[in-house]
């Protein structure tokens, strides 16, 4: 057999072990995660484990071997093969309908019995197995472990009267890992503190300032925005939700110094008409120096889409800088939206909302591809190529009523690294909407001054 160290890289090379920020069942946060089941799917690796194992062990004392379910499974299986000491099963839970036997396999009262585990960590459950197996009347003297997270289980389980043979332990581990050039000294150090129970810090992933996200921008819709922000120190989009002409002036006269956007859904202003509602909107925009974004959520196919934005009273292709798309009809029903910036919408922040994990992964891949895309909606962080436009911002950080769910300016800047916050009611439903959204936009900038 190969080294126990060139054994232990092929192992690794199965993915057993990651290195990062994980949370563990415990809650507890780890800068290291253990799984060692993938390597079952090698025969050849479970074999020379078994073999590893079975090399520690005073084998005429074990009449009997049996895994921890459910990963030392295998292992004690194929130990059992490699030695021809029988194997035991003990089940998770007892058996609801017959015998409800714990333990099953061919074993007498009194019989010696290897217990096989694959990680130990603080040792508790292997405590509670060993009482189930001694309950059989079966003695447990010696416990062989692939990986000890050196976490006190061994300790734990020698203070009880317990043999605690191990092949790795996670010192021994990094070290190897740390010759080999898969880990860096900082990490290891970061693991090490972690073991000794040291309060450790990981290092929070850095957010890209709007210069720098200006720098990198390659829409000029993009890079108006950011523009935009810089030069007003505000990351605040008004949502205008009302419901006439007037009340859209107004609020956009009283609301334009303070906000880089204003959020309009055109189709619910009941006197609409392009002269008197879309030229003034323009003049107020250009003399505050915002950007009119419409949100129409867009989400038929191409050709139809093409046409909601061009025609009909609205023509919104010749008045909004951008608009919001769901991206429901794929990659093509985008190509429409030449002279704007499209804002996808990747995840929604209303109670019950059907994009789940799955589909805003797919519609970040459209998103992140496509060339009209400039950013998206979401509640969960996306990646820095695009911009993240986050709805569902209030002070006050409770719901509507409506299904709306509601998160703070602060939240949203340090969870998710949003771009731009957007804020309706908030703001229009104020009883002072140019003080409510001077308000908004300190809070909004100085969250993200803080997230930097
Ligand atoms: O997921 C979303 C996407 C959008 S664009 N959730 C939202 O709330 N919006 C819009 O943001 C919504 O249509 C409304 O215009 C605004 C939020 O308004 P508020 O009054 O709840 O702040």
């Not at 009997?64 to 029988?86: K, N």
């Not at 059989?136 to 009880?160: F, H, M, N, P, T």
């Amino acid at each position: 057999m190969e080294s126990k160290k060139e054994f232990f890289l092929e192992c690794y090379k199965l993915g057993i072990i990651k290195f990062g920020r994980f949370t563990l069942k415990s809650g507890i946060e780890s800068p290291f995660y253990v799984d060692l089941r993938p390597l079952a799917s090698d025969p050849k690796i479970l074999k020379n484990l078994a073999n590893y194992l079975l090399d520690m062990l005073p084998l005429d004392n074990f009449d009997l071997i049996c895994g921890v379910p459910y990963a030392a499974l295998p292992m004690a299986t194929a130990m059992s093969l490699e030695s021809y000491i029988p194997l035991i099963i003990k089940r998770k839970e007892a058996k609801e309908y017959g015998t409800k036997k714990m333990i099953e396999g061919i074993y007498q009262k009194g019989q010696n019995c290897l217990l096989v585990e694959d990680v130990i960590t603080s040792g508790k459950s292997l405590v509670e197995t060993i009482a189930e197996i001694e309950q059989e009347d079966i003695k447990v003297a010696d416990i062989v472990v692939v990986l000890d997270r050196e976490q006190g289980g061994k300790q734990l389980l020698e203070s009880k009267g317990y043999r605690v043979h191990t092949l790795f332990n996670i010192s021994e581990v990094c070290e190897i890992l740390q010759e080999n050039g898969d880990l860096s000294d900082a990490e290891v150090q970061r693991i090490n503190d972690f073991l000794k129970g040291n309060h450790i810090q990981f290092e929070e992933k850095k957010r890209l300032s709007y210069q720098q996200k200006f720098e990198q921008a390659q829409h000029s819709v993009s890079k108006k925005l950011l523009e935009t922000a810089l030069a007003k120190e505000s990351n605040l989009i008004a949502s205008a939700d009302v419901t006439t002409t007037k009340e859209l002036l107004e609020l956009a006269e009283k609301v334009g110094p303070h906000i880089i956007a204003l959020k309009t859904h055109i189709d619910i202003i009941s006197d609409f008409d392009y002269q008197n509602t879309i030229i003034p909107l323009k003049e107020i925009a250009s003399k505050h120096k915002f950007l009119l974004m419409e949100d129409r959520k867009f989400a038929d196919i191409g050709n139809t889409q093409e046409l909601q934005f061009t025609s009909g009273v609205f023509r919104i292709t010749d008045w909004a800088d951008f608009v919001t798309s769901q991206v429901i009809g794929g990659f093509e029903s985008l190509d429409c939206f030449k002279n704007v910036g499209v804002v996808a919408i990747i995840g929604m922040s209303s109670k019950g909302t059907l994009t789940s994990n799955n589909y805003r992964e797919e519609a970040l891949k459209i998103a992140l591809s496509h060339p009209n895309v400039i950013g998206g909606v979401s509640q969960n962080p996306i990646p820095e190529e695009i911009l993240l436009f986050t709805p569902g911002v209030n002070l006050a950080d409770s719901g509507d009523g409506k299904g709306q769910q509601y998160n703070t300016p602060e939240h949203v800047f340090k969870t998710l690294h949003t771009d731009f916050i957007i804020v309706g009611r908030g703001i229009y439903k104020s009883e002072n909407p140019e003080q409510a959204a001077s308000q908004y936009k300190s809070a909004g900038w100085n969250a993200y001054l803080t997230s930097l």
